[in-house]
């Protein structure tokens, strides 16, 4: 750490206490950015009223804009922290995968991060609680709602050459006001048109009018505009935060470790017992399981969704006993080994649980859900190595590590083409004569456009239902099929806001 970030107040803590008076001015400072939040309010707009196919290259454009202008507003302060930095390198990465890839479950899982990672990020500076803690996220929640709506009128007060409050509360009621009217007299107008014949008559001329003109650009800069002051309100909080009303410092709740003991001993037993049927499963073969009247498929195929979910409430019931146990005496002891079992017995768990996941995709192949629940129990391990670590430093913050682990993995599994995967290994079954059949339905519609090269490898004059039984017209081909597809790809680059990467790619054979 240089100088100067030992220079900079700690993450989480809030700037120093501004009591600012209840008359605000807004200065030049402030008049000048008002143009830049009304251009990202359009583009934003412009690019949200998008309904379909996806905006991918459209969001990458509208989280980019937003950084741009939070590094015009803050300067170079925003960037002081390096915890900051590394968020913003992570949001925009996850930005720029809207314009790479064109996986559904990726992009809205992105989207969703995106919504909450952008908030975090931006309040950073003016929240008193640490990111390591869990409860930032609702401290910040509460942040994100002041700012948005606790200076509304700081836009119109930018707009007036005063920039008093006084005034701008009159130009919000005005301009409020006028898009209330615009957007009631066009929400009602058909309605009564289509009410009464002789008022729709009347009006055909209005209505003709209005559609030929009030179009998708007039309603872009309704919507942008009606965005302005809720976006202008919350980088005008970050430089007047509103601190949150804390109660009395309340001591840690810490209660006796023997409960706690009964209940990680009750699950330690059960798992154990659990472990010694299963190995006699995963080592007795087929013939063991046929005694038992079970197919070694369907042994196989069930369970590591539950074992997955299990292990998830291992590791909240043993952060529960290291968190509430009274750190002190044999008890403590006792719960912090009975805890280190319990988390030697939910890593043999997930070992089974993916030992039985690969003898399932050695049989039936992989798909997206198959690889999402690799990746899902290697996070796991990694949470438990991360508690197996708590329990040897019990002052150890689980949080601290556990955030950044998990934005690294899901940033990982965003980096691994996962549809290309699932068809290659697909196709290769198909081809070197392990499995009789390609989900070509599955790979063409389920998945991404990166499945294509991969189907170009098999026989396009055959009909579709040769490799996928009646899911198609037997007369279709499948190059009929791909070729559609790859006419949707294009069509889905014609626009610059749904352009992305893996769908321009895929536009030509």
Known sequence: MNEHEKALPSEGTAKPAQNPAPVREVDAKYRRLLLPVLCFCLLTAHTA?????????????????????????????????????????????????????????????NLLALLVLLPVHALSGTASLP??????????????????????????AAATPAGRPRDGKRTFALTAGALGAVALVALLLPVLASADALFAAATASLRSFAAGHFTVTLWNLFWGLALTPFIFSFLYSLDYPKPLRKGAEKPPIHTDGAAFLLVLGALAALYLLFLAVQSAGLFGGPAY?????????????SGFFQMVGVTAVNLTVILGALTLSRPSGRSWTAVRGMSAVLVAESLVLLASAAWRMSLYVGTYGLSFKRCMTYWGMGMMALFFLTALWKIRRPGFGFCRA????????????????????????????????????VSVHYLLYSLSFDTLSQLDRLDGTKPASA??????SKDERLCDIIARRRETARSVCTDWRTWSLSACLASTP
């Open 289 to 301: 399981l046929a005694k038992h009247g079970i197919s070694y498929a369907e042994w196989a195929r």
């Open 467 to 472: 490799y996928e039984g009646d899911w198609w």
């Open 49 to 109: 009223l998008w309904r379909s196919p996806f905006p991918s290259a459209g969001l990458t454009a509208a989280v980019f804009a937003w950084y741009a202008l939070y590094y015009l507003w803050n300067g170079p302060a925003s960037l002081a922290r390096r915890s900051n930095r590394v968020l913003l390198l992570a949001n925009l990465f996850l930005a720029l995968t809207m314009a790479l890839s064109s996986n559904w479950y990726f992009r809205y899982w």
């Open 402 to 437: 556990a955030f950044p682990i998990a934005l690294a993995g899901w940033i990982f599994i965003n980096c691994v083409p996962v549809d290309f995967l699932v068809a290659r290994d697909q196709v290769d079954r198909y081809l070197n004569h392990e499995s009789p059949v």
């Open 131 to 156: 990111w390591s803690n869990p409860l930032m996220l609702w401290e910040r929640c509460l942040l994100c709602l002041y700012g948005l709506l606790g200076n509304l009128w700081a836009s119109f």
